[in-house]
C-alpha cells in the first residue's frame, strides 16, 4: 500500500539562519534524496527582496535518519550537495555548499566503534 505513514519531522532555524530540515524514515520507498530535494525547497519559502543578493539566501541542511540501507555504500553518514561532475577535461568539483544533505543509516551505525 502506497502513502504516507506516521513520521516525525523537525524544522528549525540555528543562530546563524541556516534552516534545518530533519526527518526519520523507517519505510524505504526509494524517495530520501529526491524528498530531500523537496524538503529542502520548502525552507526557501520565501523569494529575495529587489536588491538582494543570491548568496543572502540561507544555508539548508537535510538530515534523514533511516531505518533501512538507503545507499551501497558501506559507511554510515554520507553528505551530499551540489556538485559539477567529473568530465574528461576537469575533476569533479564542489558548486555550492549552501544546501547539504546528510543521510544517517541506522543498520550501519556500528554502535561497538562509536564508543556509545
Not at 530535494?37 to 527582496?49: A, D, P
Not at 533511516?66 to 568530465?87: C, G, I, V
Amino acid at each position: 500500500k502506497k502513502g504516507r505513514g506516521v513520521g516525525l519531522d523537525i524544522r528549525a532555524t540555528t543562530n546563524d539562519g541556516t534552516k534545518l530540515c530533519i526527518e526519520i524514515q523507517c519505510k524505504d520507498d526509494g524517495s530520501v534524496v529526491n524528498r530531500s530535494i523537496f524538503c529542502q525547497e520548502k525552507l526557501h519559502n520565501r523569494e529575495l527582496s529587489t536588491g538582494e543578493e543570491f548568496d543572502e539566501l540561507p544555508n539548508t541542511i537535510s538530515i534523514w535518519l533511516t531505518n533501512y540501507d538507503e545507499t551501497k555504500r558501506k559507511y554510515h553518514t554520507h553528505e551530499a550537495m551540489d556538485m559539477f561532475k567529473k568530465t574528461p577535461l576537469d575533476a569533479p568539483e564542489i558548486a555550492s555548499d549552501k544546501s547539504r544533505i546528510f543521510v544517517v543509516e541506522l543498520p550501519k551505525v556500528d554502535i561497538k566503534q562509536a564508543n556509545i
